[in-house]
Every structure is written in structure tokens, then in C-alpha cells.
């Protein structure tokens, strides 16, 4: 299965390499530290420090965003940002949309964040929590954190004389047909999901069931949005129904997801999603 989205066709142009970038300067002519109110290292290696100032700032947006604007907002010179976000495309830590000619962060820079969360400081935030979940429910409850088209289960949780699941730590999943992929697909801006289903290759399939299109994919995340949370039922395992909701950090960008999975039907869907929203909300008070 394909993980990483295929950064954009960057037209005739040699690859380019990382090369040294000429520092910001003051209008004195003075060569000053890059960082924002930062002196010290970063002026030695300003490639480094620009390129993850620019990671930093994707990541603060609510989608895509020019380099025009990114150059303004951080004061570096735009041929730099062109540059610096080429080299990223390259190893897909941003993704570029040529029709709106803007950038957004690709599937390698959440595989940092769920490096971060497999490192477990999010385990443990939210073992407590999923705990409490399996035992209000009766049903077996997941925490899990996406990491490129997949998701990755951190915390598991088995409601006792309930069926196995596949969800142990540590499995992932095609993000598209769980409930957690899902719930953190459907909080992403489109024009991100967009370019991480560009195409039909993109859809891995376990049950003959689930989207297989990017129109099937936008249909699922269109309903959990205006539900508020996702389901799946039986694309990952017949028989087996879940609801998922997202967890956001302080941005509005979705960290992770809760989850419960259960052997039934959609009956239960609206009580599971009303024990699962007061969670993700706690988890992510505590994520701060």
C-alpha cells in the first residue's frame, strides 16, 4: 500500500539540493538571527532555521497557504521559500497544489507527529481515559494517531466476553476505513485530504467495503462533519461496527482520535458518540 502522497511535479527544473541560504538581515545591513526573537545558532545555520520556521507556520494554518504569504509572514525572501519548499517536497514534508498555487504540510511531517505520540506522552495522557470509556460503554475503546494515510493504535482498551479486534498497540490501519481515520480525515481542510487521496492508488482495501474514490471519501467525511463524529461498519473486520471522534490540540488540528468498537448495529451509534465527545474533549485539555 502507498503511504506517502507524491509530492507535485515540479515541471523542467533540475532536482534541487539543500543549499545555504543568505541569513535575513536588518536594515542596518547587519546579519540577525532568523528566529523569532532568537539570537544564538540558528544565524549559523539559516537553512535549518528557515525551513522549520516554515514547517512551524503550515502547521498553525487552517490549510494551504501561498509561498507569497508564507515569505511576508516570516520575513524570508521569497526565492528562499521556493527553494526550502521544493527541498521539502521532495521528502514529502509538504505537498504542493499547482491549480491553487499554494503549499500545505505533507505526509512525512505527520509522521513526526506520530512519532511524538508513539513516544508516549499521549499513551499516557489518554490510557485513563480510554479506560473509563470501555467501562461506561461495555465495549472495547481505542486511542490512535494518524501517521500518513495510515492509523496507528496507541491505546487499547478490551471490554471483557467482547470479540477480538485487530486494533492492538502498535497496528495500522488504512485511515479511510476506520472510525479514527475518519474522525482526523474529516478535521483535516480538504484541500489536505485532497492531497493524500489524490487518485483511486491511493485506497487500500480489507473487506470489499469502504471508499475506493476520492468522491466516495469526500461523501464519508462530508456525513461525519456534520455529525461530529465518524463510523465505519465492517470495513475493517465484518461484523463489527465503530464510532470514532477526534481529538483537537489547541489549533483545531486533530492530534489523535477515540474509539469504540462494538458487535451490533447503528443503534448504538448516537450513545457511543455521546460518551466519546466529553473524552476527546478532556484528552485534549490535558495535551494543553
Known sequence: MLRFHRPADLGNRHPWHPVS????????????????????PSAQVPAADQTLRILAFLSRQRGPVAARTIAEHLGIPRSSVYHLLAAMAQHGF??????????????????????????????????????????RVGESAHLA???????????????????????????RLPAHLTATGRAMLA??????????????????DRTGRGPARPGELRDVLRLARSRGYATEDGE???????????????AGWPVAALAVTWEGDAARDAEIAAAL???????ARRIG
Not at 21 to 40: L, N
Not at 195 to 203: E, K, V, W
Open 94 to 135: 509538504v505537498v504542493h497544489l499547482p491549480s491553487e498555487r499554494r503549499w500545505g504540510l505533507g505526509t512525512a511531517a505527520f509522521e513526526l507527529a506520530g512519532g511524538y505520540a508513539r513516544q508516549q506522552p499521549l499513551a499516557r495522557l489518554g490510557r485513563q481515559l480510554v479506560a473509563a470509556l470501555a467501562d
Open 145 to 171: 494517531v494518524m501517521t500518513g494515510r495510515d492509523v496507528v493504535y496507541i491505546v487499547e482498551e478490551r471490554a471483557p466476553r467482547r470479540p477480538a479486534l485487530v486494533t492492538d498497540v502498535g497496528v
Open 277 to 283: 465527545a466529553p473524552a476527546a474533549t478532556e484528552l
Open 236 to 250: 475493517v473486520t465484518l461484523g463489527l461496527r465503530s464510532v470514532g471522534v477526534a481529538v483537537r490540540d489547541h
Open 187 to 204: 478535521s483535516l481542510p480538504r484541500e489536505q485530504v485532497r492531497a493524500l487521496y489524490p487518485d483511486a492508488t491511493a485506497f487500500a
Open 21 to 40: 541560504v543568505i541569513p535575513d538581515t536588518s536594515g542596518t545591513g547587519e546579519t540577525s538571527a532568523v528566529s523569532d526573537g532568537i539570537a544564538g
